[in-house]
C-alpha cells in the first residue's frame, strides 16, 4: 500500500506540472535559414505544436557555420522547457565528425524528444548543362578538368560532404561554393554560376517544376513519388550512395522530463496525423515517428556512421 501512495504522489505532481507548463511561447531553434527543407518541415510542425500547447512556438533561424552557431545558441539555453532544438539530424552529425573543435554535441549537450522523419536529397544541375542523366554529368564535369563551380548548403553541411564523396567517386574536382542553406544557393544555380549541388526535393521541386533546375538522380534509398522519372544514384550506376536525411527534436540538457514527455506526446499526434502526412508528401517530406528512447540510439548510431565515412574520405572544416 505504502508503494501504491507514493507513486499515485510522484504522478500527480508530475501531472501538475506538466499542466503548469508552457505559460509563454516557446522558441524553437534551426541552423539553417528560412526557405528551406529544414524550416518548411520546423514550420508545419511548430503551427500544430503550438496549437496542441496552448503557445506560439517561434520558429528561429540560426544558420551558419555547418549548423553550429545555432547548435550552440540551442545548447546554452536555459533548459526550461521554452526552447527545443529542430535538428536537421543528419548535417549535425556530419558537421560533428567534420569541424576540429565543435562548440556543441547532440549527444552531451541536449535530451532526445522525437525523431520527426526525413526528407531525400538529389543531385541537380542548371539545365543549360548538356546532361540528362549520371553518365553524361561525370563525362562532362570531367571534360572540365576542374574549371566549374559547386554549390552547398554550406561548409559541412550534407550537401556538402555529398558532394565531396561524389567528386572521389568519380575521380575528379572543382570549386565549392558554400552558401548559408539552399535559399541562397538556389538562385546561383539557377543562374549557372555553379554547375551542381545536392539539395532536398523540398527546397528544389518548385524550381524543377518550373524547368529552371534539372534533376539527375535522388540520393536516397528509393525513388520520390514527386519524381518517379529520375533514378537514384545506385540505379543509375553509383552504388552505395544513398542517405537517410533525418529530422529530429531535442532540448537543452536538464530540461525537465515532464516536458520531454509532453512534447514527445504531442509530436507523435502531429506525424501520425493522416491529414498532415499526407500535405507533408506533396512536398516530399516523409514523416516518421521515433521516440526519445530510440531517437537516443538513432543519433548515437548516426554519429558513428558519419564519422566513419568522414574519416574514410578525409574531409575536414576548420
Do not use: C
Not at 12 to 23: G, I, L, R
Not at 284 to 298: K, M, S, V
Amino acid at each position: 500500500m505504502l508503494s501504491l501512495s507514493l507513486t499515485a504522489g510522484f504522478s500527480s505532481q508530475v501531472y501538475a506540472a506538466d499542466a503548469d507548463w508552457p505559460k509563454k511561447p516557446i522558441v524553437a531553434i534551426l541552423t539553417f535559414p528560412a526557405g528551406g527543407s529544414t524550416d518548411v518541415f520546423a514550420r508545419a510542425v511548430a503551427a500544430p505544436l503550438g496549437e496542441a500547447l496552448g503557445q506560439s512556438v517561434i520558429i528561429e533561424n540560426k544558420p551558419g557555420a555547418g549548423g553550429m552557431i545555432g547548435l550552440q545558441a540551442a545548447a546554452k539555453a536555459a533548459p526550461d522547457g521554452y526552447t527545443i532544438h529542430i535538428s536537421a539530424l543528419t548535417n549535425q552529425t556530419i558537421s560533428q565528425a567534420l569541424f576540429t573543435n565543435p562548440p556543441a554535441d547532440l549527444r552531451k549537450d541536449f535530451a532526445p524528444v522525437a525523431q520527426l522523419g526525413s526528407i531525400p536529397h538529389l543531385l541537380e544541375v542548371n539545365p543549360t548543362v548538356p546532361a540528362k542523366n549520371l553518365t553524361e554529368l561525370i563525362a562532362f564535369i570531367k571534360s572540365k578538368n576542374g574549371n566549374f563551380n559547386y554549390a552547398s548548403q554550406g561548409n559541412g553541411s550534407l550537401s556538402h560532404l555529398e558532394a565531396i564523396l561524389f567528386m572521389q567517386r568519380i575521380g575528379a574536382t572543382g570549386t565549392h561554393i558554400p552558401y548559408k542553406g539552399s535559399s541562397f544557393a538556389l538562385p546561383d544555380l539557377i543562374a549557372g554560376n555553379t554547375l551542381m549541388m545536392f539539395d532536398s526535393v523540398t527546397a528544389s521541386l518548385p524550381h524543377i517544376q518550373s524547368g529552371k533546375l534539372r534533376p539527375i538522380a535522388i540520393a536516397a534509398s528509393e525513388r520520390t513519388p514527386l519524381m518517379p522519372t529520375v533514378p537514384t544514384l545506385g540505379q543509375d550506376g553509383m552504388k552505395s550512395f544513398d542517405v537517410e536525411n533525418l529530422y529530429a527534436v531535442y532540448v537543452p540538457k536538464g530540461t525537465p522530463s515532464y516536458v520531454v514527455a509532453r512534447l514527445e506526446r504531442e509530436i507523435r499526434k502531429i506525424l501520425t496525423n493522416p491529414d498532415f502526412k499526407a500535405r507533408m508528401a506533396n512536398q516530399g517530406i516523409h514523416p516518421q515517428f521515433e521516440n526519445a528512447d530510440r531517437l537516443a540510439e538513432i543519433t548515437t548510431t548516426e554519429h558513428n556512421k558519419w564519422e566513419k565515412i568522414v574519416k574514410a574520405a578525409n574531409v575536414k572544416v576548420d
